[in-house]
């Protein structure tokens, strides 16, 4: 192993813990992260955080005495109390990204939950949900506070929070009468070319992974619409997004696909079931037939956000951590999808 490495131009505002990996090339990006927390990865000579984007030139190295077993043990790394992050085995690809209120009225706050974070609390899981952060983000909270929606562990974006009863009456009416319009923004496998409609039904009960029947639904509320926004290619994202391809495997498709998906009412997976039926699973997606995805059979990271929730008289938005390293034409495709 080099003892210390200088970081190249084509590097320059890359993170440390990205940077790291030619320096420790048999170290995965968890053990990576570790060091950093730890003290022992070292910019300049001096330790730095995981997070800290890198200038040409810069010396990379680690701390004299360092036990790379320290970071290779597969313990999960503690955040400082109050951090609002996962203590987690998988490590989020955008870190920065904090949990925060976006909007909050009488009836109704709207918060922002972070990729690598569970929305509720789970037994037998590590680290903080939305959930158990609800008192640190919105202060003393009514018994009747009630969290409308959740989103799937990888997945980023609005978290409705009904603070009366009155609140979880009005979701659940304006669920069932076809009114809370939820646009999701995604990266896809491929090139699709034109907009799509998914009406399968879903097959949901007692399975880690959802069926997709041929069968059409008859309730436009399970419907999935998923409208192209912008075709990217794949190779120069991986590179933006600090994506090391040591740690992921499969095949990486040569274009990716920013798409818009809207549905009504939802359902467990639904979106990531009826992409990957329509031959365009989710980037990363493993469990719905992603072709490049995070070689740890454990760990998930795909790009799913929650962008735009309209309910009647009131419109909330939030746009991804990930979206401005897609190019200013393709975030401005999304935020005008969003805002239309």
Same mark, same amino acid.
């Given at each position: 192993?080099?003892?210390?490495?200088?970081?190249?131009?084509?590097?320059?505002?890359?993170?440390?813990?990205?940077?790291?990996?030619?320096?420790?090339?048999?170290?995965?990006?968890?053990?990576?992260?570790?060091? &950093?927390?730890?003290?022992?990865?070292?910019?300049?000579?001096?330790?730095?955080?995981?997070?800290?984007?890198?200038?040409?030139?810069?010396?990379?190295?680690?701390?004299?005495?360092?036990?790379?077993?320290?970071?290779?043990?597969?313990?999960?790394?503690?955040?400082?109390?109050?951090?609002?992050?996962?203590?987690?085995?998988?490590?989020?690809?955008?870190?920065?990204?904090?949990?925060?209120?976006?909007?909050?009225?009488?009836?109704?706050?709207?918060?922002?939950?972070?990729?690598?974070?569970?929305?509720?609390?789970?037994?037998?899981?590590?680290?903080?949900?939305?959930?158990?952060?609800?008192?640190?983000?919105?202060?003393?909270?009514?018994?009747?506070?009630?969290?409308?929606?959740?989103?799937?562990?990888?997945?980023?974006?609005?978290?409705?929070?009904?603070?009366?009863?009155?609140?979880?009456?009005?979701?659940?009416?304006?669920?069932?009468?076809?009114?809370?319009?939820?646009?999701?923004?995604?990266?896809?496998?491929?090139?699709?070319?034109?907009?799509?409609?998914?009406?399968?039904?879903?097959?949901?009960?007692?399975?880690?992974?959802?069926?997709?029947?041929?069968?059409?639904?008859?309730?436009?509320?399970?419907?999935?619409?998923?409208?192209?926004?912008?075709?990217?290619?794949?190779?120069?994202?991986?590179?933006?997004?600090?994506?090391?391809?040591?740690?992921?495997?499969?095949?990486?498709?040569?274009?990716?696909?920013?798409?818009?998906?809207?549905?009504?009412?939802?359902?467990?997976?639904?979106?990531?079931?009826?992409?990957?039926?329509?031959?365009?699973?989710?980037?990363?997606?493993?469990?719905?037939?992603?072709?490049?995805?995070?070689?740890?059979?454990?760990?998930?990271?795909?790009?799913?956000?929650?962008? &735009?929730?309209?309910?009647?008289?009131?419109?909330?938005?939030?746009?991804?951590?990930?979206?401005?390293?897609?190019?200013?034409?393709?975030?401005?495709?999304?935020?005008?999808?969003?805002?239309?």
């Amino acid at each position: 192993m080099e003892k210390s490495i200088t970081v190249l131009p084509e590097e320059a505002d890359l993170r440390l813990d990205r940077v790291l990996g030619r320096l420790l090339p048999d170290m995965g990006l968890r053990g990576r992260r570790r060091l &950093c927390e730890l003290g022992l990865a070292l910019v300049n000579g001096h330790p730095a955080k995981d997070s800290k984007k890198l200038r040409a030139g810069d010396v990379l190295s680690l701390a004299e005495g360092t036990d790379l077993s320290a970071a290779r043990d597969g313990d999960a790394v503690p955040h400082p109390a109050g951090a609002g992050r996962p203590v987690s085995e998988n490590a989020p690809l955008f870190p920065e990204d904090r949990p925060r209120v976006i909007r909050r009225g009488k009836r109704f706050a709207f918060l922002h939950k972070p990729a690598a974070m569970h929305t509720e609390s789970l037994a037998g899981k590590p680290g903080d949900s939305l959930q158990t952060l609800l008192p640190q983000l919105l202060g003393p909270l009514p018994g009747r506070a009630r969290l409308m929606n959740r989103l799937d562990y990888p997945t980023s974006g609005l978290v409705t929070v009904a603070l009366t009863e009155e609140g979880v009456n009005d979701y659940q009416e304006y669920q069932d009468a076809g009114q809370t319009e939820k646009r999701y923004l995604a990266l896809l496998e491929g090139e699709m070319e034109h907009g799509m409609l998914a009406n399968q039904r879903l097959i949901l009960k007692h399975r880690e992974r959802v069926l997709v029947e041929l069968a059409r639904h008859p309730d436009p509320r399970r419907h999935t619409v998923v409208d192209p926004l912008a075709i990217l290619e794949l190779a120069p994202l991986l590179r933006r997004f600090g994506i090391d391809k040591r740690n992921w495997q499969g095949t990486p498709p040569r274009y990716v696909t920013l798409a818009g998906c809207t549905i009504l009412k939802g359902a467990r997976h639904q979106i990531r079931a009826h992409c990957s039926a329509l031959g365009f699973p989710l980037l990363g997606d493993r469990r719905y037939g992603a072709s490049f995805h995070p070689a740890e059979q454990d760990e998930e990271n795909f790009f799913l956000h929650h962008a &735009c929730l309209l309910l009647p008289g009131l419109e909330v938005n939030v746009i991804p951590a990930w979206l401005g390293h897609l190019g200013s034409g393709a975030a401005r495709e999304a935020e005008i999808w969003m805002m239309e």
